[in-house]
């Protein structure tokens, strides 16, 4: 039987598979074509492609597709078999450069925001070859771009790699005026904690809310939740530790380092996170990943749950976006070192990260918009809605140094003395963590907490790199022109620091005073989706975006029109379950509840005629009242689906989903809720959050 170690990416055409199949000058011209980032010659191409194709034949794959991320979030593929036809008649397997190289899938049946009209259909998917190809399913998946017939991004990858360039570009630069010659590239990293609630299949297929939406839209707390932290890194039950173990044979077979897993704090909730890669790889990884947890769960009787809030009352999940960068020599930039207060260069990439994310909040806060995500931010769980940064108590103190001229302490050689003779005595961090930080720095990266668990993670690393690549060059054409470098650096970082460190908060952003103080720092807030898409039109974002052919300004207005669009769907969906489960599962049962306490009334009576049924008879009248009142409510609700389906713009059609549509199901939930709090087991048809949170 073979081990982890030795089946380790197996299933990944990985540099070690291309150097083994390919003939060695091709191997080398391969790698210097994708570290050069020059477009691949075709004869090269072929001999790749045939390559590839025998690997992938011999690890039983029959069929190629082009694996691409389209605007819905998800990822897609359209298989094509390897079988070719001879003269003969006979099978042969075949696979080009040319098919490597490019797919032309349908491009008008994806999202485009207006790119693509219904009848201009084709699109093209190009080979990505910084990301490698890996069988699923007996199919080889080959990483793709996806643009359109004129050249227009369709997806998340294209936009990703664009931005990706910018910032090696520009963080050379700076790294040249250090006096580094040798490094040539300078990629972001990322590490992406994926959080998710495992249920029992068998519960989960019994409430329509969660099959169709994901989440519960109705439900009342159980006795029991998460007051008492027992769930947070507890004992890993049976059933979950079977998924565990089979998702990580399954990752580690496509190259997917898989490293922590744990309970969170939710019942039914756990993490799972794998070890740094580079962003373009990282985020494709975390689709596949996604992908691997709900066939895996299915397979063993679980549902996979990665809504960002499937249960009201407890904490919902995100995705930590852990971002840094690395140079091509294996050097992160955001290690302080020792001595941060003498790591100049430190500084200054730390100082550009400040004035990127100060400068470009509101695009940050765009990239984590949706109308599943806004059920969560702002929880107790989850970072507000407005974009702040945790340093930590040192690095502040240090740039406010800076800032004076006085001395810094930055010696970071500290122990923590826990005073119990057996342990020994452990370094101690130069700051405390803040988890309730939008934006923490946490030692060597910075940990962006506001993704959903559901989102593709490519768009605030798209932000990131090209906001923090804006600064950057903006800090190395000063510095090439300055005739004291060292007096340059000083002053670029003093000053940045001063007039960025109002996005600076190192106390608890759960706190009810954070919105207030935010507001008196002037830091921008967009409570919803529907407010933070306007981002997208700002004159600020279309120039970031265009002057650095990351997107243009048809490409940021479709994305747009796609995240308004995806919202009303959504929100429609939502309603639209809710409505159907008010008048096939909840009235119903509450009636058929309400029937059997009037009849047992009626019973006692007929038996004691002068008996005081004064407790039932209250019940009863409870009881009607809230099935009228919830009658009255989904009668409206239904009434404003309808008006909600009929608008014909876009962003009017968002605005009467949050301020009709949420409304009239938040009213419909609170009368539905109150109705199961005391409807019989027996009556009640749903399952229960008891039911489903503590299923497995």
Not at 105 to 132: I, Q, V
Not at 362 to 386: F, I, K, Q
Not at 646 to 673: F, G, N, P, W
Not at 682 to 695: A, G, R
Request: aromatic residues 8%; negative net charge.
């Amino acid at each position: 039987m073979e081990s982890a170690a030795e089946t380790f990416g197996s299933l990944v055409y990985s540099d070690a598979a291309m150097r083994e199949t390919l003939p060695s000058d091709t191997y080398r011209t391969l790698k210097a074509t994708i570290r050069e980032g020059k477009d691949i010659d075709l004869q090269i191409a072929n001999v790749v492609a045939n390559a590839m194709k025998d690997w992938a034949v011999r690890n039983g794959a029959t069929h190629f597709s082009h694996w691409f991320q389209p605007l819905t979030g998800a990822t897609a593929e359209k298989h094509e078999s390897f079988m070719a036809l001879q003269k003969d008649g006979r099978g042969i397997m075949e696979f080009s450069g040319k098919e490597l190289i490019k797919g032309e899938p349908d491009a008008s049946s994806f999202p485009s925001g207006g790119l693509r009209a219904t009848f201009e259909a084709r699109g093209y998917t190009a080979w990505d070859p910084t990301s490698y190809a890996f069988i699923k399913e007996g199919t080889l998946c080959i990483p793709t771009a996806f643009c359109s017939f004129k050249g227009e991004a369709l997806d998340k990858k294209t936009p990703l790699l664009r931005s990706m360039e910018v910032l090696s570009e520009q963080a050379v630069r700076i790294l040249r005026l250090f006096g580094n010659t040798e490094v040539k590239r300078v990629c972001p990293t990322v590490g992406l904690e994926q959080e998710y609630f495992l249920v029992d299949k068998q519960v989960f297929l019994k409430r329509p809310d969660l099959k169709l939406c994901g989440r519960t839209l109705v439900g009342a707390p159980a006795p029991k939740g998460q007051e008492l932290d027992d769930h947070y890194f507890g004992a890993i039950k049976p059933r979950v530790a079977v998924f565990m173990k089979k998702l990580d044979e399954i990752l580690w077979k496509f190259g997917i380092p898989a490293r922590t897993e744990h309970n969170e704090v939710a019942p039914s909730q756990h993490e799972l996170a794998p070890l740094f890669s580079t962003v373009n790889l990282g985020v494709d990884q975390n689709q596949l990943m996604m992908e691997e947890m709900k066939k895996t769960a299915d397979s063993l009787g679980l549902a996979c749950l990665l809504h960002e809030k499937p249960f009201e009352g407890v904490n919902g999940s995100g995705k930590h976006n852990n971002w840094s960068l690395q140079t091509d020599k294996g050097v992160n930039l955001f290690e302080p070192g020792d001595s941060p207060s003498e790591n100049a260069q430190f500084l200054l990439f730390l100082t550009a990260v400040i004035k990127a994310v100060d400068e470009y909040q509101g695009l940050l806060r765009m990239t984590v918009a949706s109308a599943s995500n806004d059920c969560r931010l702002g929880g107790n769980e989850a970072p507000p809605s407005v974009i702040s940064m945790f340093l930590g108590d040192e690095l502040v103190s240090i740039l406010n140094c800076i800032g004076t001229g006085s001395k810094a302490n930055g010696n970071r050689s500290q122990k923590l003395i826990i005073n119990v003779h057996v342990l020994p005595d452990l370094p101690k961090d130069s700051t405390d963590r803040n988890r309730t930080s939008p934006m923490a720095f946490t030692g060597n990266k910075f940990e962006f907490r506001m993704l959903g668990s559901s989102f593709n993670a490519a768009g605030p690393n798209i932000v990131l790199d090209t906001a923090v690549a804006s600064v950057l060059e903006e800090f190395a054409d000063k510095l090439e022109s300055s005739d004291d470098f060292g007096k340059t650096l000083n002053e670029i970082v003093s000053r940045t620091y001063k007039e960025h460190k109002r996005i600076i908060f190192n106390g608890n952003n759960y706190g009810p005073d954070w919105i207030e103080e935010a507001a008196r720092r002037g830091l921008e807030c967009y409570p919803s989706t529907v407010e933070a898409s306007d981002v997208l039109r700002h004159p600020k974002t279309i120039e970031l975006m265009k002057k650095y052919g990351v997107l243009g300004e048809a490409e940021l207005e479709s994305r747009r029109e796609v995240i308004l669009e995806n919202y009303s769907k959504t929100v429609i969906i939502d309603a639209s379950t809710l409505l159907e489960m008010v008048l096939k599962d909840i009235m119903p049962s509450a009636s058929k509840y309400l029937k059997q306490i009037c009849d047992s009334v009626i019973a006692i009576k007929a038996a004691v005629p002068d008996a005081a049924c004064t407790s039932n008879e209250t019940q009863i009248r409870t009881m009607q009242n809230n099935i009228e009142s919830l009658s009255a409510e989904a009668r409206m609700l239904g009434e404003a689906i309808e008006a909600a389906k009929a608008e014909t713009d876009i962003h009017s059609k968002a605005v009467l989903c949050q301020t009709r549509l949420l409304v009239l199901m938040a009213e419909v939930r609170k009368y539905s809720d109150a109705l199961e709090k005391v409807c019989s087991r027996e009556c009640w048809s749903l399952p229960t959050y008891e039911d489903i949170l503590f299923s497995v």
